[in-house]
Structure formats: C-alpha cells, structure tokens
C-alpha cells in the first residue's frame, strides 16, 4: 500500500484542481462518475492549441489550418486505437455520451425501426440511455422493454431468452451502471442478441476511465463515451459504430463537413466518419481527449485499475464500520462507485452536510429514476473514485459521515 | 414596518447567533423536526412540488384575508427552511405576501439555498405561494 | 489611422497566437470568417476553470457544483443580455450554429411543417442553413424555396412577397453572408414575414462578432451563433428564440437535465432552457463564451466596427490597385469579409502559394456550394478580418499576391 | 528495380534541385502546363473524382499489358501533381501499379500535398488509379 501511495502523490500533482480549498478545507474530490478533474497535461493542451494552432479545419489549405486537421485525425487514429477499433472512420466525433446515444438512437430507428418493434433496455440504465430510445420508440410506434435487475444491484439475464423477440431491433445497455458501479454482463448480452442477429449498443460512460476496452473483443455493435468523465475536457464524446453499421445510417445533422456537394434540388454525403460531423468540429476538445487518452496510458490502464480496486475495497471495509451504513449493490463485478444511505437520513440533507466538511459527494436519483423507484428510495449518497483519490480522502469521508449522524441524533 | 419583515428581523436575529455553521444547521434541523408534519391527506400530487433532489409539499387556506400555508418535505433540512418561509408568509395579507422580497434571508446566510440552481424545490416553493395568494386575492376582491 | 494603429497593437498583445511563426515568416491570419484566434484571457478562463472549479452542474450539492452552476448561468444571462433578449431561458446552448439550426429544423418540423409547406431559405446561404432544412423538409414532405441574389451580391426582395405564401411556415437567412460579407436587409424580411404571421429564423454566425446585435429590436423569432467565430472557445454556440415558440417545440435530444421525471411509462419534461440541453453541459465552453463576449465588451463593439471598417476599406483599396483582381461581391452593405479572384488563377492554386508566404487566407466553395453555382465559379479567395488585423497585414497579402501573379504568369 | 521506382529515383532527382518552395511550385506549374490537357469527351461525371477545392479527371486504357492513364485538373498546382503521378504509374503493368507504395514521394517534398487531410482530390485519384489497375487484372487474367 505504501508504494502505491507515493504513486498515488505522484499522480495528484499532475491535478492542479486537488491542490484547492472549499470551506477553508482541503478539497476531497468523490464525485467522479460526474466528472473527473483534468490533469495539467490535459489543461496545457488547450493552451497550446489556442495559442499556437487553432483553425478550422478539414477544407484549408493554410499552414494552422492543415496542422490541426492533421493533429485531429491523428487523435482519431490513437483513440480508434486506444478502444482497439478496426478503423478509425468507426470514431464519430460528438459532444458526449448523451449526444452519441441520441444521434444512434435517431438514425438507426428511421434505419431499422418501424411500428410494433421492440427495444430492449436494462432497469438500471442512465436517463441518457433512456429518453432517447423512448422519443425514437414515440415517432417509430415501437414499444421499449426492460431487462430486470435483482435486489444485489444486478441484471437478471434469466428472461433474456424470452425478450430478445423477432421484434427486437436493438438492445442498448450500460456497460458499468453510474448509480451503483455493476459492471454488467454485456458479454452475455451480446452473444445472445448476436444468435438472433440482433445489434447491441454499450453505454460505456462509466467503463471507459476504469478499465481497458476492446470493442473488437466485446464485438459490440456500438459503442459511446463522453470525454469529461475520462480526465478530458468537457464537450466532447464519441460513438464507436461498425462500419457495416454506419454506413447503413441516414445522416443526422445536416452542414458544413458532412456534405459532398449541395443543390438546392439534391445533395450528395460525405463518407464516414465525416457524414455524422456536422460544423465546425471541437478541435481542442478532441486533442484534449487524445491528451487525456494519453495520460491514461502513461499511467497503465493496469495500474489504474489496481489503484482504483485497492482504494475502492479501503473504502468498502471502512465505511462498513459505520452503523446505519446501508450499500445498494452487493454485485459480485464493480468499479470504485459507492452508492449508500446511511439509517434513514434523506440523501440531500447528508450531502448538504458532508459538503460543508469538504467532501464532494453526490446525492440524489443519478439520472436513474426508474432504478431508484424500483430500490424504493428518494435516491443514494454516491462516493466514486479515480485514479488520484488516496486513503485519508476516504477517512475524511467516514468522519464526515459519522459527524452527520450526530447532528441528527 | 409591516409583519413579514419584522418576524424577518426576529429571524434574522435568530441566525446571527450562530457563527459556526454546525450550529446553523442543527437549529435548521431542529426546526425542521418541530415543523408540524402535514396530514397524510395534503401530501398529495397536486400539492407536490418536485425539487430535484427533495420534494416540498404545499398547501393553502385563506381565512379572514390572511393566507394560511402549510407544508412539509422529505429531507429534514428542506424542512428547516420550509418552516422559516412559512413563519414568514403564513398568516400573512395576499398583498403583504406578493409585494415582499424576502429580503431577510439576504443577512441570514439561507439565501444560497433559495437560488434558481439549487436542487431542494425551496424557490418554486416561494413562487408558489405568491401564486396562492395572487388567486386568493383575486377571488376575495 | 496612426491612433487606430496603437490600439490595434494594443489588442494584438492580447492574442498569443498572433506571434506565431509559419514557414519562418510571421503569420498573417485573414481567414477569422472560418474561426477567429483568442485571447489570453479566453485562453485562462478554460486553464482556470479546469483548476479551480470544474465540476458537473445543476443536481450538484457539493460546492464546486453550485460554483459551476452559479459561474454557468450568470453566463447565460450575461449572453442574453449581450443580445438583448429578454429573459434568459430564451438561450438555448448548443455546440455551434450547426446544431443550433439543426436543432430548431427537426423541432420545429415536427411542430408546425407538414407536408406541401414551404421553407424559404436564400441563395447565399451556408450549408448549415441549408442541409437541415432539407432533411427536415424531406422528412415532412415540405419543399424548400430559395430568395434569389443579384450580380452585386445582394439578395432581390422584389418578389419575397409571392415568395411568402400562405404555406410558407419559417423563413432561414443569413444575417451576414461567410462567403461575400454581404449584411442582408433583414428587418424588411422579418418585417414582411411578420405580415404574414410567418416567424423568422437568423443565421447570425457571421454577424454577431462585427457589430451589436438586439434580437428584440429585429424582433426575429430565433438567431444562432457560434462562439469560435467571435473570439471564444470551439464546442459552444447559442440558439436564441422567443420563449413563446420555444415553449411550443416538442423534445429534440432525450437524457440528463432536459427532464424531471423518467418512467418507463412516460417521462416528464423539464422547464426552458434546461428542456433542450439533454447532457452534460460544456460549462468551460459556456464560460469560455462569456470572457469573450466581455472582451468583445470591454473593446467597445463600436470601435470594433470602427476598426474593421477602416481596415476593410484599406484593403479593398489596396487590393484594387491590382490588375485582374475581381471582386465578387459590390454590395451595399458588407462586413469585413473579401471575396476575390485574380485573373484566371484557380483560386485553390493561388491559396497553396499565398499560405507559403506566411498568409492564411481561404480558398473554396466556403460551404456555400448554391452561391458558387450561381456566380458560375469553382469558389473564392477569402480574406476576412477581425479586430487584431492591421494595414500591414493587407500589405503581405498583396505582396503575395502580386508574387503569385508573377509565377503564374 | 522495378519501373515505377525508377522514375520515381528520378523524380526525387529533378525536385532535389530546388531549395526555394517557390522554385519548386514553378516546376510544378511547368508541368501542369505541359500535362497534355484531355480530350473534353473525357471530362465526363464518371471520370471525375471530386476534391474538395480542385477537381480532378482520370480515365484508364489497357494496353498491352500496361495500363494506360490520362488525367486532368481545374488547377494547375494539381495538375502538375498529377503528370508526377501519371509519369510514375502511366503505362506499367497492373501487378506493379497494385503493389507499388509511391514511396518515392516522401522524398520530393511532394507527400503532404497526398494526405487524406488535403482536399484536392490526389489521394482518391491515386486509390481510383489502383482499383482501374485491379479491374484490368481481373478483366485479364
Ligand atoms: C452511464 C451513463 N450514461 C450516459 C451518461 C451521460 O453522459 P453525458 O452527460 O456526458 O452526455 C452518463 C453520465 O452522466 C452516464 O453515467
Ligand atoms: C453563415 C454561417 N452559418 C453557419 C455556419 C456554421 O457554423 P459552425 O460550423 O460553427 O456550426 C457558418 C460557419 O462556417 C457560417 O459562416
């Protein structure tokens, strides 16, 4: 533990933000399954690119103009690389994870989706793999289905045989649940839906930033993340697609970069991934990604894991000291997301309380009301960890936490 | 002077005694404790008013030109500040309700938690109210 | 001009970027009509909220959440307020122009166009302002009707009125057109679109950084800008509309933030702005945006126009005195943007050689493929200025220019 | 050696003469000049590859076992690009112009002008020059 540590140090000073105060303390940082904080690298990269390169790009033909569309396509290529795709134009550059879902969501219905189909989601899914498979279900006439989970946090895959019908068009499932940190079964998922040639996309948002992904492996169908949560800047995200799959897609935006030619009377679409780039793309949010991509290679998607798992089981051992504790998923397979009530305090008024220590948790339904309606509960107090949380970050948790349950003695 | 900002005064008062803010949110605890719960039968969907983190429940009455609130929530400190509003505004003329500003939660150090971003319902609660008593004032005149 | 002159140093100071160095000759960037560089002070804005105050925003209880979320909508009033609009829940955040019309097109299709209505879009109009209108016109079965242009560059109004039938639901123009700068006469449009009860969409993306803009005063129903083209960060951009349209418009991108409540049943939605800003919000771009607006501010919009002017005039001066250069636009009313051939120099080929000498100028159809066709041209070389351009800046393009000449001849 | 990187080791030969980028461009537009403009019933809609910015004809003859390309541009910077290309790949025989990597162009400073991030229309034209090598192999084999 104690070598880990000092790597754990190392580490926090590539974060300037740890370095900061909130209410006169020491900012402890437990909310990182909203966003992560940036690591400086991350950070000079935007300075750089706006003080040294910053065009448009794709259709110059001036020095910075070619240079950022070179550095652009070349962060396309590590990341296309980093989730192993076979090509990059499968990497289609959104804002994040919500808009990747949404743009999939849309095209693939007025593709595939038509009136008494089916689309299978899971009980425990972000709002963001929700509403846009219910807006596509309302103009398509298809109905949405469910895939349970049990009372340890976990999907129940016992029924899948039986809701994956000759109806089904799509199943579009979460790869780790942002409320409770399960890591689903999607392996499972995607070999049974793939026996009855039915596609599958991964929410990744919360998988992503803990361990490596291998969308060739997973053989996934789709794919999306969002920067923001993964030590890269906010306002960027991208939908991985196989090939066969995108280039069976309508167009989604319509602009600048995703055309060919334009007539008033008709007009001719770029290839992938260009087609699905509508306008000015988010340069620096993109070398930012690619800068943050970097750092986490750096670093070793191993190690981070490792640091990750140690501080989560930390976690685990020494908040279970506390009376009134209460965890929401048992699941056998998690990240470092700790979801808990503790006795029957309302999760706003303890995390109202545990903020004024310096702690940021967060509080609340987690974009996940069907799966709070099903635990029964106004919502969860939610601790998730990253690769720069340290053990005495943990234990100002729990004195927190145990200072709380004073106050409402 | 009219009434709601002398009891904002004595509320006022009330909050400068603390200068830790532990001590702050206990009294907002303990207020929030011997706020009355409502009657089942007032928590009501009509009645709800969906913070995004806490709900309020809000009810009105008029009698003799005061307007009578009532109101719970599920969190505990939500209920503190509910309870401080309703001292305010409750038995109170619907002029009196409408025209005033609350300015004294300014100088209680409660304010943050009535801003437009805060999660807890407080702010669509006050709106509330003025609307209350905006529609009692219409209907008694 | 010698007073202009030291301010126009003073403000270059401000822009790191305008140091740089291309091919070993001091860069000479004409093409802020495709993006415009940023100043430092931009440029911290993002480096300080990454380090001091980053955090998801709104459902946050922690307080660098509240900070965000307070530092994120005191922007939006401040945006609102730099527009003149009349609340702030009629700004709507976007990525760029792009998605601002892409959005408002499928929202607004989806309200109020139903097959055999018009569109009326214009002749000059960027593609951005095109492709959407008619994807949302092929979904729909509505067509698309164009407002023809002159041989000056100008839009002819002389017919709008049979143009506006009583099928047409939206009119979508430019303010200001990105390939020939031309300002149109839009009060007139909106006014007699009005007439008819007909609203009015405005493009504004190549308006807004050149002179003041009051949306109440234009009474245009919707305005889209980007913050890239007006000295801010790339991700972010604003969709203006009148709140009692914008109440009108069904749901575009389903997720977090745009609504209240999720069942699997049915899903409530949330209230204005928030309802279409499904997501994590990009509160470093949104913030990026408001520095800018506040150097804009601080600059004085009217001696930004003052500036440009004065150097538009410079160079149409300078650049007149060249034998064979051909303007492409001799409208009355035009921003800083120039549109020019020379000779029979294929304009791709004369912007290869003009970059060699350390100016960025754009070559191309410029997005505006329908305005191309109609000049019967393969596309332009653009020069377009902002706030940081000087006279001797004008003088190396012409310097270069006439150095291409030479080599073609 | 094969053919194609002959020429192409002269190539890089005649470009190593010039220090100056504008003696370079000057060459360029030399042989864009000089490239043999293409009959107009080859400036058809099937024999165009659109660039962004330039566009750019080609059409293809099997003859003799060698492939047979003529090519023309709208600009001349392009165009001169393309009688590098044409002079390397014209008249070779389909296995040669499949196999060859074009490596020869790193070194003449002309590479930049072929990456899939430049819009004139070289890096399609070279993949079309390819697949018409292709096609005449299969026709003929
Ligand atoms: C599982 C999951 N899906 C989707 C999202 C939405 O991501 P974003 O808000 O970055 O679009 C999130 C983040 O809140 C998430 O945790
Ligand atoms: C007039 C006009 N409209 C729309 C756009 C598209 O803007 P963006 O690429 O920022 O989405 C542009 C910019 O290229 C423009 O000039």
Redesign the pocket.
């Known amino acids: 533990m104690n070598h880990m540590i000092s790597d754990i140090e190392k580490i926090r000073a590539d974060f300037p933000i740890l370095a900061t105060n909130v209410y006169g303390k020491p900012l402890v940082y437990l909310d990182n ?2 966003t992560t904080q940036k690591p400086q690298v991350v950070i000079d990269t935007l300075s750089s690119y706006y003080s040294t390169m910053n065009a448009n790009i794709h259709r110059g033909t001036h020095y910075l103009s070619i240079e950022a569309t070179e550095a652009y396509e070349a962060a396309r290529r590590n990341i296309a690389a980093f989730i192993k795709a076979s090509s990059s134009s499968e990497i289609i550059f959104t ?7 949404n743009l999939l969501a849309d095209t693939f219905s007025r593709a595939f989706i038509k009136s008494g189909d089916e689309i299978l989601v899971s009980e425990m ?2 709002h ?2 929700i509403v846009p498979w219910q807006l596509a279900a309302e103009k398509s006439g298809a109905t949405v289905k469910v895939i349970p989970m049990n009372d340890l946090g976990e999907l129940v895959l016992d029924n899948l045989d039986s809701l994956l019908t000759t109806k089904t068009r799509i199943v579009a499932v ?1 790869h ?3 409320a409770l940190g399960t890591i689903h079964p999607i392996e499972e998922i995607i070999r049974k839906a793939h026996e009855k040639g039915i596609p599958v996309f991964i ?1 990744g ?2 998988a992503i930033q803990h361990f490596s992904v291998d969308v060739q492996q997973l053989d996934c169908d789709f794919y ?1 993340f ?1 920067g ?2 993964m030590y890269a800047p906010m306002g960027i ?1 991208v939908l991985y697609g196989k090939e066969k799959y995108l280039n069976q897609l309508p167009p989604y935006h319509g602009g600048g970069e995703m055309i060919k030619t334009v007539f008033f009377e008709k007009t001719i679409y770029n290839d992938l991934p260009f087609r699905f780039e509508a306008g000015t793309p988010n340069v620096s949010g993109v070398l930012g990604l690619d800068a943050a991509i970097q750092y986490m290679l750096e670093t070793g998607m191993d190690k981070i894991e490792k640091i990750e798992e140690n501080l989560y089981l930390y976690a685990l051992a020494k908040l279970g000291e506390i009376d009134g504790i209460r965890f929401l998923s048992r699941a056998a397979h998690k990240t470092s997301v700790i979801s808990f009530l503790i006795g029957t305090i309302h999760p706003y008024d303890a995390g109202t309380l545990i903020d004024h220590f310096g702690v940021a948790i967060r509080t609340g339904h ?2 996940a009301q069907p799966l709070m309606d099903r635990l029964k509960i106004p919502g969860t107090i939610r601790a998730s960890l990253a690769i720069y949380n340290k053990p005495s970050e943990i234990d100002m948790l729990c004195e927190a936490i145990i200072k709380v349950k004073q106050m409402f003695l | 002077m009219n009434t709601i900002d002398k009891i904002g005064d004595q509320i006022i008062e009330e909050f400068s005694q603390f200068e830790d803010w532990m001590d702050k949110y206990n009294y907002l605890i303990e207020l929030g404790k011997s706020l009355p719960i409502i009657d089942e039968k007032f928590r009501t969907e009509s009645n709800l008013i969906n913070g995004c983190q806490s709900k309020v429940w809000l009810s009105a009455d008029y009698n003799d030109g005061k307007v009578i609130f009532k109101a719970d929530s599920d969190a505990i400190i939500t209920k503190g500040l509910v309870s401080v509003l309703i001292r305010a505004l409750s038995n109170q003329s619907p002029d009196e309700i409408i025209m005033n500003e609350l300015s004294f939660l300014d100088q209680t150090g409660l304010k943050a938690h009535l801003s437009p971003t805060r999660s807890n319902g407080l702010l669509s609660m006050i709106k509330q109210m003025k609307l209350y008593a905006m529609a009692f004032k219409i209907k008694n005149s």
Request: glycine share 8%; charged share 20%.
């Open positions: 399954a909203a804002r994040g994870t919500t808009e990747s879902i899914e972000h963001s793999n979460a780790v649940s942002n929410d948002a919360q999306a969002s923001h949560k995200g987690h974009c």
